[in-house]
C-alpha cells in the first residue's frame, strides 16, 4: 500500500464510450500525476497538477482530460478513445513538484480500448 | 533532459548483494538521482533518490560517482522480491517533475 488508490483497476471501453479514472492519496501531498505505459515503452508523463493547478500537459490528445477538484483527488475523463490509447494509466502524488520530491504511485488502472 | 543508461537486464542469486548501474554522463550540477522499481503488475516503487553524497535507506543504497556522471544502486541480500524493473532517473531543479523513465534494468533472482 503506498497511500494512493486509483479506481477502477481495470476498465473496458469502446470508442465511443466516456469513462473517468479516479486516483486519491491519502498522504497529504500537493502535487499529483497522471502517467500512461503502453506495453513494451517506458512510462510515459501526462498531466501534473501542483496545488490543484495544472502545470504539465505533455501534448496529450484533447480526447484525456484531466481534473484535479482537490488535492487529494486526480480524475483523467476519457471520451473517444482509440485502440492505441489501451494502455495502463498510473497516478502518482508527491509533497512538491521539485527535483528532490519522490513520486508515490498507484496500482494503475489497466484500460482496454474495444 | 539529461538521458540515462541502464543495461537491458541483469541476473542475481537470492541473499547476495547487486550493484545495479546507471550512466548519466550529461547530467547537471543541479540534476537529482532518483531509483523506482516496478514488480510485475504493479505501479512504480520509489526506492532512493540523492544529489551528491551516497546515501542508504532500508531498502538499498546509492553510490554516486564524484564526477555525478554514474550511479549504482546497491541491493544489500537480494531476495526473491526484488525482482522487478529498476529504473533510474534524473529530475531537474527546472521542471523537475518532468520524471522521464527509460527502458529501465530488468532484474531476475534466482533462488
Known amino acids: 500500500e503506498t497511500g494512493v488508490t486509483q479506481t477502477p483497476r481495470h476498465l473496458v471501453m469502446g470508442m465511443t464510450n466516456k469513462k473517468s479514472l479516479k486516483c486519491e492519496q491519502h498522504?497529504?501531498?500537493?502535487?499529483m500525476y497522471w502517467y500512461k505505459q503502453s506495453a513494451k515503452k517506458p512510462l510515459e508523463l501526462m498531466f501534473v497538477?501542483?496545488?490543484?493547478?495544472?502545470?504539465e500537459n505533455n501534448s496529450v490528445p484533447s480526447r484525456f482530460s484531466p481534473e484535479c477538484p482537490n488535492s487529494s483527488h486526480l480524475f483523467l475523463h476519457l471520451h473517444t478513445l482509440q485502440p492505441e490509447d489501451s494502455a495502463l494509466y498510473l497516478c502518482?502524488?508527491?509533497?512538491?513538484?521539485?527535483?528532490?520530491?519522490?513520486?508515490?504511485f498507484g496500482p494503475g488502472t489497466r484500460l482496454t480500448v474495444t | 533532459d539529461a538521458k540515462t543508461t541502464q543495461p537491458n537486464s541483469m541476473e542475481s542469486n537470492e541473499e547476495e548483494p547487486v550493484h545495479l548501474p546507471c550512466n548519466h554522463s550529461?547530467?547537471?550540477?543541479?540534476?537529482?538521482i532518483h531509483w523506482y522499481r516496478q514488480l510485475p503488475s504493479q505501479g512504480p516503487e520509489y526506492v532512493i533518490h540523492?544529489?551528491?553524497s551516497n546515501v542508504n535507506n532500508r531498502m538499498a543504497s546509492l553510490a554516486i560517482a564524484e564526477d555525478r556522471k554514474s550511479s549504482t544502486l546497491i541491493l544489500h541480500r537480494a531476495t526473491l522480491r526484488d525482482a522487478a524493473v529498476y529504473y533510474c532517473?534524473?529530475?531537474?531543479?527546472?521542471?523537475?517533475?518532468?520524471?522521464?523513465f527509460g527502458a529501465g534494468t530488468r532484474l531476475f533472482v534466482k533462488a
Open positions: 502518482a502524488s508527491s509533497n512538491g513538484i521539485g527535483s528532490s520530491y519522490e513520486q508515490y
Open positions: 498522504l497529504g501531498h500537493n502535487a
Open positions: 497538477y501542483s496545488l490543484e493547478e495544472r502545470v
Open positions: 550529461t547530467i547537471s550540477g543541479t540534476d537529482y
Open positions: 540523492g544529489l551528491t
Open positions: 532517473i534524473l529530475r531537474a531543479n527546472t521542471g523537475g517533475f518532468k520524471t522521464i
